[in-house]
């Protein structure tokens, strides 16, 4: 038992080492490989929580082989035991969320409306300046227009009222 015990754990520790060293290249060469067998149901499958169950339950049952008085069955058991609890706790903690990230910094310009700013450049009554849109950590700097075609200065606070033509038509009256 003890072999195979060293042989999940060793072989967990090879995968994660493959991954991490060659994973992005691997990910980008085979992307969307699979894309046809529909897996979505079984989210739970994922190689992380995968390989992360098997390397705990050779960790687990190596200690528990080593360090306790109990049978083989019963380190089996508890090895199994406590490789699922922890491939639960990585899919709920880690996997999960990171699925519905979004690693994009991307945003349309019709996001843009509503949304509050700065005056950078002032903006003549009948002309164009810029201001300064903040988006979480991102900041964007957008042609800018008054949309009540008055003059607005720099470091005025402004709302975005309406995008037309890439440009931003913004109210200083907030």
Same mark, same amino acid.
């Given at each position: 038992?003890?072999?195979? /015990?060293?042989?999940?754990?060793?072989?967990?520790?090879?995968?994660?080492?493959?991954?991490?060293?060659?994973?992005?290249?691997?990910?980008? @060469?085979?992307?969307?490989?699979?894309?046809?067998?529909?897996?979505?149901?079984?989210?739970?499958?994922?190689? &992380? !929580?995968?390989?992360?169950?098997?390397?705990?339950?050779?960790?687990?049952?190596? &200690?528990?082989?080593? /360090?306790?008085? !109990?049978?083989? #069955? !019963?380190?089996?058991?508890? @090895?199994?035991?406590?490789?699922?609890?922890? @491939?639960?706790?990585?899919?709920? #903690?880690? *996997?999960?969320? &990171?699925?519905?990230?979004?690693?994009?910094?991307?945003?349309? &310009?019709?996001?843009?409306?509503?949304?509050?700013?700065?005056?950078?450049?002032?903006?003549?009554?009948?002309?164009?300046?810029?201001?300064? *849109?903040?988006?979480?950590?991102? *900041?964007?700097?957008?042609?800018?227009?008054?949309?009540?075609?008055?003059?607005?200065?720099?470091? !005025?606070?402004? #709302?975005?009222?309406?995008?037309?033509?890439?440009?931003?038509?913004?109210? @200083?009256?907030?």
């Amino acid at each position: 038992m003890l072999d195979i /015990y060293w042989g999940c754990l060793i072989g967990g520790l090879i995968f994660g080492l493959i991954s991490l060293l060659i994973g992005d290249f691997l990910g980008d @060469a085979f992307d969307g490989l699979f894309d046809a067998i529909s897996l979505d149901s079984l989210d739970f499958l994922h190689p &992380m !929580t995968i390989v992360s169950a098997i390397t705990l339950f050779g960790g687990i049952g190596l &200690m528990l082989t080593k /360090y306790s008085t !109990t049978t083989v #069955v !019963t380190t089996g058991l508890i @090895a199994s035991g406590g490789a699922i609890l922890f @491939a639960i706790l990585i899919f709920f #903690v880690y *996997v999960k969320p &990171m699925k519905n990230t979004e690693s994009s910094i991307g945003y349309s &310009m019709v996001e843009l409306v509503g949304r509050p700013g700065e005056v950078t450049i002032p903006i003549p009554a009948n002309g164009c300046g810029e201001v300064v *849109v903040r988006f979480g950590s991102q *900041v964007t700097y957008q042609i800018a227009e008054a949309y009540d075609n008055v003059e607005i200065e720099a470091g !005025t606070p402004v #709302v975005v009222v309406e995008v037309r033509e890439g440009t931003a038509y913004v109210t @200083a009256d907030v």
